[in-house]
């Protein structure tokens, strides 16, 4: 089995240039995809999804961002009126929770809210649906297996 790795290409205009990859939700479907195939060699009548529940989890940096370029009447508004008065830790923390699910159903694009080009390291997590419950960061081992990196030639 032959893995093809995608490549970068642009144009670099100085010497600072970054080039970083994070999970998708096309993530998700292809890492099924191989997994499913790997499970049809093994002569399995099973698929990714009897085996394996596949989660994103946003990067919580971008999370932060979010929330510190939105105003006050944002802020107010993504919570029930009447958590309002918890202390500023607790209220923070259910803001972020909101921000999370708003991002995840699509209804807040992180890109309207002016966060800089920071990069962004959603995860990618599989967990096995039997068994112990061993979370594992494909993203993170991903990132392990291949060499990503950038070379520019000034």
Avoid at 13 to 26: F, G
Wanted: glycine letters at 2%; hydrophobic letters at 40%; aromatic letters at 8%.
């Amino acid at each position: 089995m032959k893995l093809f790795i995608h490549s970068f290409s642009d144009i670099i205009t100085n010497s600072s240039e970054s080039i970083y990859v994070s999970a998708t939700e096309k993530s998700i479907v292809m890492v099924k995809k191989l997994i499913n195939y790997f499970l049809q060699k093994a002569g399995s009548d099973k698929k990714a999804d009897d085996l394996f529940t596949f989660e994103l989890i946003l990067d919580e940096a971008l999370v932060e961002r979010i929330l510190d370029n939105m105003d006050d009447d944002q802020l107010v508004n993504l919570v029930d009126k009447d958590l309002i008065n918890l202390d500023d830790k607790d209220l923070q923390e259910k803001q972020a929770e909101e921000v999370r699910r708003l991002v995840k159903e699509g209804k807040i694009d992180p890109d309207s809210y002016s966060c800089d080009y920071s990069r962004r390291e959603d995860s990618l997590i599989i967990t096995p649906k039997d068994g112990p419950k061993e979370e594992l960061d494909l993203t993170a081992k991903v990132r392990s297996i291949f060499d990503i990196s950038a070379i520019w030639n000034g």
